[in-house]
């Protein structure tokens, strides 16, 4: 997760710039990485994870990124509450 939070604090700084392909690269190798090690138990955390890498790309190719901004945020958020969600499943499966 913190690799996904940095490479979308860099999507902000180059808001409305373009994509960078170092950037939006680094995103899909990040979130393949964490969609690896993610299991069914929760299927709402892939699709947040989706749905951040999205919104980040957006927010660097947008002509008015506050929008796709604001979004990005809300997607950070999302995933954030969705792997925490899957961590604490596993951590009941795994004492069960």
């Known amino acids: 997760m913190a690799q996904i939070d940095s490479l979308a ?11 960078d392909p170092s950037i939006e690269r680094r995103l899909d190798a990040a979130a393949r990485r964490v969609l690896s090690t993610l299991d069914d138990s929760d299927p709402t955390a892939p699709a947040a994870l989706r749905d951040t890498v999205e919104m980040a790309k957006r927010v660097m190719e947008a002509a008015d990124p506050e929008a796709p901004r604001m979004m990005l945020e809300l997607a950070r958020k999302g995933l954030t509450r969705a792997l925490r969600r899957h961590d604490a499943q596993g951590d009941l499966a795994s004492a069960a």
């Open 9 to 19: 604090e860099q999507a902000i700084q180059r808001a409305g710039q373009g994509v």
